[in-house]
């Protein structure tokens, strides 16, 4: 194989990988933003991932088949919403240090869908999943075509998200709000922004896009569920959001780096170089910590009030 | 007056936090279909009926207790440590190649160098995280989780590769475990024919050895105070930076300890998922006992016995064990919860003038009778949303 085909290979992998970290960091970009550090995006993760695979799987030879991925992406995405809700009811109604809620949260995520995995499913099962969808002309581009038109829906919606994100964060008066209050809730107050209820909005957006990274993982890249479907990429969007400063054009970069830097170690791992799998495996990981050590503090600038409670009645 | 209000503030809230934490397990429990009660009734009661699980909760409580004091050090000092996991990992490793590759030596050296070595491990697996916070600034939430995953991989390749038990070659099953340990770096068991060791009194001499550190010495204090207010203890002179990082390496060893003591105490050798998650319930533990020794304890029975508890409902009920995690994490959302809105004096003001209204409609006698409860119930709802709109009106 020459090195060609090898890069074709390596990037027609990688890039739709990127996109269960594109939503999830998107998502949490959201959150942050308004102030809300939320680490709980593994869990969310988690039961999305689940509830996206269940329809699949129980629906197959149905009428209702044709109709079992979009089920399971709204089971998914409602979940999501439904967490964030929780999220924010801790932490911005009752105003509990966030790191601790998110790792409250993480747990139950991981509970609630192994639980219910284990108890409806039992092993690994593959489900059909979604199709590839080429997109006419597009496609038959030589080298670009089947790299970048070559996916499925989701990842082209995950891709056109980050425009989207873009230009709610920034140039919409939601957007402004989001920022105002993530940066200075008092002013934002004051000027008769309600924090928390931006600051739920921000959560239930997270939440739905965690929950729609989730289905992406089982419905769209593994087409399965297991228990430990999820490894740790809830926790590499939140860090993939630091990375981007908090910015949906950085954060598309980083997940891109983060899925190409793995697809290259599979391919690797494929060429049949010698080196135990697990040094491999562990790459994203020791990636997310240098990055994160690398990244030097004083040019980045996260919002002032990243995971810092609102009290009106607080005296400053 | 204000007293008998405050407890009862505290009580109510306490309640509404277990409810609410029961209720979030319930609900899994139905669309399981099965009948949360009954479940409860078999996870709070069934290991306690005998010998066998009374002894595996005190077997459960050792690693609970030592990850459950690391975390409360390092929550306490202002740093999060999700990262025990892995400490523990890193602790079993180490403590388990101590005793496999050093020469034979009497257990009164070679056990204790072990359960040092282990914590060592730990401590220095944690230590990374702690720089990296205390120089580069960054989260520890971040770098605590990588390191687990990356302390998973590490302990899968040396227990598959370099550690692997010729034996399990030479058969040809590739179970990834190490050799047996040898007897001299055994803890030996209390109850004869029960997995129960003395590793439940190391865990507990050290629980007062954490309450003596942090309470009764001045490092703790520092400690408490970089925790507490971390421009504060700086302008008081204490190197908040440095505080972290002893923190988080304190932290780190009894992870470590704990993975030390359970593989020379319990299973003896290495072998996969050894940790079954004690790192993150170790988490809950310390919460649950307030950050504080003497909660600790008692803490790590009580959850002791929902592992148990969820391991038999697993064999009796086919409810899968994981259910346990639902239930720290609804236990953990929880108890935050509810701490801030004990600490909330407004909400407690105006439950306290709630009372008072209710006493003088009731006539004067029957201020602390059976009609308090009735009219608390109502005014504990309209919590914190919308709460000076409800306000303005009243009084």
Known sequence: ?316 | MKQTHRLLYILLISLGAALSAVLLGAIVLEVLGKNPVAVYRVILTEPLKDLFGLTEIGVRMVPLILVGLGIAISFRSGILNIGAEGQIQMGIIVAAATAIYLPPLPRAVMLPLVLLGGALAGGLWAGIAGWLRARLNVSELLSTVMLNYIAAQIYGFLLRGPMIDPAELQVGSGTPQSVRLPKYAWIDRIIPGTRLHYGLVIAIVLAVLVYVLLWRTRWGYELRAAGAGPKAARYGGIKVESCLVSAMVLAGAFAGLAGAVEVTGVHRRAIEAISSGYGFSGIVVALFGGLHPAGIVPSAFFFGLLLIGSDMTQRIMSVPANMVLVLEGAVILSIISAKMLIADQYLFERFSRALERAGRRKGPESKEGPAAPAAILPSKDPSAPGRDAAEGGRS
């Open chain 1, 1 to 316: 194989m020459n090195v060609f085909t090898f890069l074709i290979n390596v990037l027609s992998l990688g890039i739709p990988f990127s996109v269960a970290l594109l939503l999830a960091s998107t998502g949490e970009m959201f959150n942050q933003r308004a102030g809300v550090f939320n680490l709980g995006c593994e869990g969310i993760m988690s039961i999305g991932a689940f509830l996206a695979f269940m329809p699949p799987y129980l629906l197959q030879n149905t009428p209702l088949a044709p109709y079992a991925n979009l089920i399971g992406v709204s089971a998914a995405v409602a979940a999501g919403a439904l967490l964030g809700l929780l999220f924010g009811l801790v932490t911005v109604t009752f105003r509990a240090p966030q790191g601790i809620a998110g790792i409250g949260l993480q747990l139950l995520g991981w509970g609630v869908a192994g639980t219910l995995f284990r108890f409806f499913v039992g092993g690994v099962t593959g489900i059909p999943g979604m199709k590839n969808l080429q997109v006419p002309l597009l496609s038959s581009i030589p080298v670009l075509g089947p790299i970048l038109f070559n996916m499925n829906a989701l990842a082209y919606a995950g891709f056109l998200l980050v425009p989207a994100s873009w230009y709610v964060l920034l140039k919409t008066p939601w957007g402004l709000k989001v920022r105002a209050v993530g940066t200075y809730p008092r002013a934002a107050d004051t000027m008769g922004v309600n924090v928390a209820r931006v600051r739920y909005q921000a959560l239930v957006l997270g939440g739905m896009l965690a929950g729609l990274a989730g289905a992406y993982l089982s419905l769209g890249q593994a087409k399965m569920f297991a228990d430990d479907i999820v490894a740790g990429r809830g926790f590499i969007a939140v860090a993939l959001v630091y990375f981007g400063r908090w910015n949906p054009w950085l954060i598309l970069g980083g997940s891109l780096l983060f899925s190409i830097a793995q697809s290259f170690q599979l391919a690797i791992q494929v060429l049949g170089i010698s080196f135990p799998y697990e040094f491999a495996v562990m790459l994203p990981y020791v990636l997310v910590i240098a990055v994160l050590a690398l990244t030097p503090g004083s040019v980045v600038r996260g919002p002032a009030e990243l995971g810092k409670p609102f009290d009106r009645e607080k005296r400053v």
